[in-house]
């Protein structure tokens, strides 16, 4: 099963893919310091990386796809800049320059694959770009129905929308297309991460698709810490070096308490503690064994930005593009400590394999970081895609 992985970054969800069974014949990625990472992974004979073929470095806009796609392409991925659509990137939408969503429907045109899936931050669920969504999804539906000279994007999607409601059955190149917001942290990544993921398949293949369910659950969480105390227990705290509940919780936890059901699935969300706590602190001479493993100075709280507890999932970690990664890059100690997590174990939170290297400053390292789709959760959705692919007719 042949992709071409697009907007690749550091490789989270190439990597996703390619555990999942995807064999890449191309990966696009314009930033230097990304495409150094991939290479240098490359070499150094990283599990599932050590076949990939050199990225290409370069802006999407003057890629050739047809030229890339040589010889057949089963699957389009990527994680189109999600800076138009976030609240950091100014959230501009379809006025920014950066919005690559036309590169990743030109993708598809060009290649004609049994399938995509493309990745973006929950902004783009926002109300003010719901008419831009629709857009983004009828043209991925249609996608050779395309705009005409000077036609601006609202009239085409008139056009598109005419399309849709007048068609009795399917004609040309189209695709079934759904998408969905995932946490993260429900699929067992250690971190609340919510993002938007797009997937379509050819409609002549008839397949049968929908997304993975979740298997992890924060109740379940509740319970391992509150209830049965097994949470504690996996990691060696006792009873006067637990904390005590917090006096939000503890009405839930009653409710928890009173429910058997919940014993024993889903499984409990996985917690900064779960990521980190075999490595050495990043301050010690241990973590010098440990690639990416340094302390980086400067850690300070201040409103909004206050570090992501350690017995909880982290929050959503930042690529910084607006500066230096803030609280959300930040690990809140026990004892009242903040510091800023180093590359490694922010790869943990991404679900990066330890002989993963990155490539960089730390603030470009944590940018790649930030960027990235986990590991874990590409894996999944990949996985999905793959089994509906293999067991679909072959329509040519």
């Keep these: 099963m042949r992709s071409i992985e697009l907007f690749a970054g550091a490789g989270g969800l190439a990597l996703g893919m390619s555990k999942a069974g995807f064999d890449h014949a191309a990966i696009v990625e314009w930033n230097s310091d990304s495409c150094e990472t991939i290479t240098r992974n490359k070499n150094r004979g990283i599990a599932h990386v050590r076949h990939w073929p050199r990225p290409l470095s370069a802006d999407a806009r003057n890629v050739d796809f047809a030229e890339l796609g040589r010889g057949g392409i089963d699957v389009v991925s990527g994680g189109p800049p999600c800076q138009p659509f976030s609240m950091g990137g100014v959230a501009r939408g379809p006025l920014d320059s950066r919005d690559m969503f036309p590169q990743a429907v030109r993708a598809v045109r060009e290649l004609q694959p049994k399938a995509f899936v493309f990745e973006n931050v929950k902004g783009l669920l926002r109300e003010k770009f719901a008419t831009y969504l629709e857009y983004v999804l009828l043209q991925l539906s249609y996608p050779t129905i395309t705009a005409r000279n000077s036609e601006c994007w609202t009239d ?28 993260a942290a429900n699929f067992g990544v250690p971190q609340k991460r919510e993002r938007v993921f797009i997937v379509g398949f050819r409609s002549d293949l008839a397949a049968e698709w929908s997304f993975p369910e979740e298997t992890h659950s924060e109740d379940a969480l509740l319970v391992a810490k ?46 900064v503690r779960d990521a980190i706590a075999d490595l050495p602190d990043p301050r010690s001479e241990e973590a010098r064994s440990f690639l990416n493993h340094r302390f980086n100075e400067g850690a300070r709280s201040y409103p909004g930005h206050t570090g992501s507890p350690l017995d909880e999932p982290a929050k959503t970690l930042k690529a910084g593009d607006h500066g230096v990664p803030g609280g959300e890059n930040m690990v809140a100690l026990p004892d009242g400590e903040l510091r800023y997590f180093s590359v490694r174990e922010a790869a943990r939170l991404q679900t990066f394999p330890d002989r993963f290297e990155f490539h960089g400053s730390w603030s470009e390292t944590m940018r790649q970081l930030g960027n990235a789709v986990p590991v874990a959760l590409a894996k999944t959705v990949a996985s999905s895609i793959f089994e509906t692919l293999t067991g679909a007719p072959d329509a040519g």
């Design 226 to 271: 509150w209830v049965t105390g097994e949470y504690w227990e996996d990691h060696g705290i006792s009873g006067k070096r637990r904390p005590k509940i917090p006096p939000k919780l503890k009405s839930r936890v009653a409710k928890l308490a009173a429910q058997n059901q919940l014993f024993g699935a889903p499984q409990r969300w996985r917690t």
């Design 156 to 183: 085409h999607l008139a056009r598109l929308e005419q399309h849709k409601t007048s068609e009795v059955r399917p004609v040309g190149l189209t695709y079934n297309v759904v998408f969905r917001l995932l946490n």
